[in-house]
Nanobody
Framework: QLVESGGGLVQAGGSLRLSCVAS????????IGWFRQAPGKEREGVAC????????YYADSVKGRFTISSDNAKNTVYLQMNSLKPEDTAVYYC????????????????WGQGTQVTVSS
């Protein structure tokens, strides 16, 4: 089970940190991705981290503003979001997939319930 938290309402230019906690399994062999879905749009990959070597990947739209990180002891992955823009408004999901790291949502096996992020202008 994956549980996200940390969403909320923030003004443009502000910051939020999302958390994704895994329970029932360890994330050691998994890649963890953060995805978002705005109303009427497809789900898109934002960032992912490969737990085995710590490699990270970002969508071009968030590079330099978002940072994905992992706390192995807490079995938790974070998404630090800075310089938020109104177009970042969406429901954000974390997901897990064994071994591979990809920003495509298709391969991911486990999904959280999502947390709403709203950025006001």
């Amino acid at each position: 089970q994956l549980v996200e938290s940390g969403g909320g309402l923030v003004q443009a230019g502000g910051s939020l940190r999302l958390s994704c906690v895994a329970s029932g399994f360890t994330l050691d062999d998994y890649a963890i991705g953060w995805f978002r879905q705005a109303p009427g749009k497809e789900r898109e990959g934002v960032a992912c981290i490969k737990r085995s070597d710590g490699s990270t990947y970002y969508a071009d739209s968030v590079k330099g503003r978002f940072t994905i990180s992992s706390d192995n002891a807490k079995n938790t992955v974070y998404l630090q979001m800075n310089s938020l823009k109104p177009e970042d408004t969406a429901v954000y999901y974390c997901a897990a997939v064994l071994f591979i790291a990809t920003l495509s949502p298709g391969p991911y096996d486990y999904w959280g319930q999502g947390t709403q992020v709203t950025v006001s202008s």
